[in-house]
């Protein structure tokens, strides 16, 4: 197992210090994801298979980003595509079920609710507010964009700042888009719909121009972060 890791390792380290090749091997990634995708909905199990490729995301998304070989955004990549597909192809009641197929194992698996009793609390409260407010802009263009673009920044900034798995903890695009799925299904409202599809949209556009921006403002905000106290920063990565 140690010589699979160590030479699992070298082989990563020839791509992940490049950074324009690490992003095209991510989004090679991410288009290979959307083409199987398409491929299992044409399948009469795509119910199954799709669990079993979410399940399968959500493992690799733990994986790769504890050893710090997949960051935030790059897991952002691989199921935004696929996602804002959904959400716009997908039509009536088999949407509900095509999304949370796709984003359920994935959200349950990635999301470390156990890291601390405190970041649940923070995650708890964070995600209430924004969905206080995405019931509110639901039928508002503006607003659901403001929602959108907001978690989009929030995403890729607690991605650049703390440790991996910490934006999925704090702000879940999945875990947002389960629960918008559900209400929309319990409320038989498409105004729902509406507002995840600016929602996906955003987020796509943050996954694939949004690594450049981070990456050239990343030494601007770390080096401000650090700035705070030993004690404030030691406090914040616990």
């Keep these: 197992m140690k010589f699979i890791t160590n030479n699992f390792t070298h082989l990563i380290y020839v791509y992940e210090h490049i950074f324009w090749l690490k992003e095209c091997l991510t989004i090679l990634q991410s288009v290979l994801i959307f083409l199987l995708v398409l491929w299992i909905l044409r399948r009469k199990q795509k119910i199954e298979f799709l669990l079993y490729l979410s399940a399968c995301i959500g493992i690799a998304c733990v994986y790769f980003g504890d050893n710090e070989y997949w960051s935030e955004n790059d897991i952002l990549k691989i199921v935004s595509l696929t996602s804002l597909y959904l959400c716009y192809k997908i039509k009536g009641p088999e949407r509900h079920m095509v999304l949370f197929a796709f984003l359920g194992p994935y959200f349950i698996i990635s999301y470390e609710f156990y890291r601390s009793l405190e970041a649940t609390k923070i995650s708890f409260i964070a995600h209430t507010l ?71 949209l955003t987020l796509a556009c943050f996954a694939y121009f949004g690594s450049w921006l981070f990456h050239y403002i990343q030494p601007f905000i770390s080096s401000s972060f650090y700035h705070l106290s030993p004690q404030q920063h030691t406090h914040f990565i616990q």
């Excluded at 959108?148 to 702000?171: C, K």
Aim: no cysteine; aromatic share 18%.
């Design 130 to 200: 924004l969905l206080f407010g995405i019931i509110i802009a639901k039928n508002t263009f503006a607003l659901s964009l403001f929602i959108s673009i907001v978690v989009g920044i929030l995403f890729n900034y607690i991605g650049t700042i703390f440790p991996p798995s910490t934006s999925e903890l704090f702000v879940n695009p999945a875990l947002i888009t389960v629960i918008i799925t559900w209400l929309e299904k319990y409320k038989k409202n498409p105004l729902y719909a509406n507002f995840l599809k600016i929602f996906w």
